[in-house]
């Protein structure tokens, strides 16, 4: 079967973007990406073991592995952050809000 134009248009929408002269092409993606927000106030440690994690479940869910997948954490004050209307207060280790969402994770 011959491969697929490139630049054909699928539904008004050219199957290739241009980026910095290099065409991206659309459900081609070079390298799978995660994205991370949290709360300043992690350790080293802890950001090492949270980034483990989640390229490991993300490896296994997708088949893609762990190390074709880009993964970047950000770091922003409580402020910034906002669930249900409220504002988050900074990240304080031990925190009782911590410990209820982690059993809610589970």
Known sequence: MPEADPHQSIGGMSRVLEFNKQPLQLGKSPMPMISCDIRYG?????KRA???GLLRV???ATGEPAENIFFV???GSGIN???HGQHLPEFVEGNANDKELIARLK
């Open 81 to 83: 952050f906002v669930e």
């Open 73 to 75: 954490i950000r770091e």
């Open 50 to 52: 949270l980034s483990a």
């Open 42 to 46: 992690r350790s080293e440690e802890q």
């Open 58 to 60: 993300v490896s296994e």
